[in-house]
């Protein structure tokens, strides 16, 4: 059996947890813990060290997807967790100015890591906004043959939608 370490990252609140459990046959492994602004107040929770899930694809091929933290401060885990994989999935809340603006800068920093396949997935996008797409591209600045993925983190056939561009991708540059 063939595994494929696949890392999911992303901006704080981008979905990344969400996107995991959505698809993992197995009882993700979260590091989730409460957060609050700076008033005080609640303020949701977070990654901070990593989520765990696995996938199987076929007979002979597996998925271990690991999420990273989305905020900078533990952008040592993002070196960590990248170790060894085999591609990445960018996800980006599109309809967040601050998400798309901390996405272009984890784009560089997980292109510059590591030379592997990547594919970037707008959460919030419906398949048919093309509209969408195009300006979360040109926001992004990334290259036309870079895959951009309409996606809904919280459902399974999206989530394996985005999986199966990635893995596609990957097949491409081994064979």
């Known amino acids: 059996m063939q595994s494929v370490k696949v890392v999911v990252t ?30 005080g107040e609640g303020g949701g929770e977070t990654t901070v060290a990593m989520d765990f899930g696995r ?12 999420g990273t ?6 952008s040592f885990m993002w070196e960590t967790l990248s170790e060894g994989m085999l591609g990445f999935v960018l996800l980006v809340d599109a309809k967040s100015s601050e998400s798309i603006s901390d996405a272009v800068g984890m784009i560089e920093f997980f292109t510059e890591m590591s030379d592997v396949p990547f594919v970037v997935a ?14 979360l591209r040109a926001k992004l600045g990334i290259a036309d043959e870079v895959p951009l993925l309409p996606c809904d983190a919280r459902d399974k056939d999206s989530v394996k939608a985005v999986l199966l561009g990635l893995l596609y991708r990957i097949l491409d540059t081994m064979g």
């Open 69 to 74: 933290p989305g905020q900078e401060r533990f």
């Open 10 to 39: 992303g901006p704080f609140n981008a979905g990344k947890t969400t996107f995991i459990k959505a698809v993992s046959e197995i009882t993700v492994l979260s590091t989730e813990r409460q957060v609050s602004d700076v008033s």
């Open 55 to 66: 996938i199987t694809v076929s007979d002979d091929v597996v998925l271990y997807l690991f």
């Open 122 to 135: 707008g959460n919030k996008v419906d398949a048919d906004d093309t509209a969408t797409l195009q300006d």
